[in-house]
Structures are given as C-alpha cells and as structure tokens.
C-alpha cells in the first residue's frame, strides 16, 4: 500500500481537503492525456498524481475562504 509522508505538502496550510480535490484533479488531467495519447499507464494516476505534488511540480492553492480554517 501505497502510504507517504504527507507533513511536507500540509505544513503550508493546506487542508487535506484540499490535498485530496487536487490530487483527483491531477489524476483526471494524468488518465486523459494518456489515453489522448494511446499510451498505457502502468501506474495508478492517483500515485502519478500524489508523486507530482510531493514533488513539488504542481502547487496546490486553495480559496481564501478556506484558507483559515
């Protein structure tokens, strides 16, 4: 099972929520483009997508209103 260290992407106050919604999103945009593409993902795109933002590729902002909370 796939189970990484997540306190270096939520330390910057970002809720899980938030960690989650992007994350779907980003293994969406992964799926998509692959099959645009014909080629075969041998990697879930939620573990493509969670690698991603560990990685610091793509940053997640959330809306001011939840900023806070």
Do not use: C, W
């Not at 270096?8 to 692959?34: M, N, Q």
């Not at 645009?36 to 209103?65: F, H």
């Amino acid at each position: 099972m796939f189970n990484p260290d997540l306190s270096g992407v939520l330390k910057d106050h970002v809720s899980r929520y938030s960690l989650v919604t992007a994350t779907a999103g980003r293994a969406r945009e992964i799926a998509e483009e692959a099959k645009e593409n014909g080629e075969i993902i041998t990697e879930k795109p939620v573990s493509l997508a969670l690698d991603q933002i560990l990685a610091g590729d793509y940053e997640i902002i959330e809306p001011e209103e939840i900023r806070n909370i």
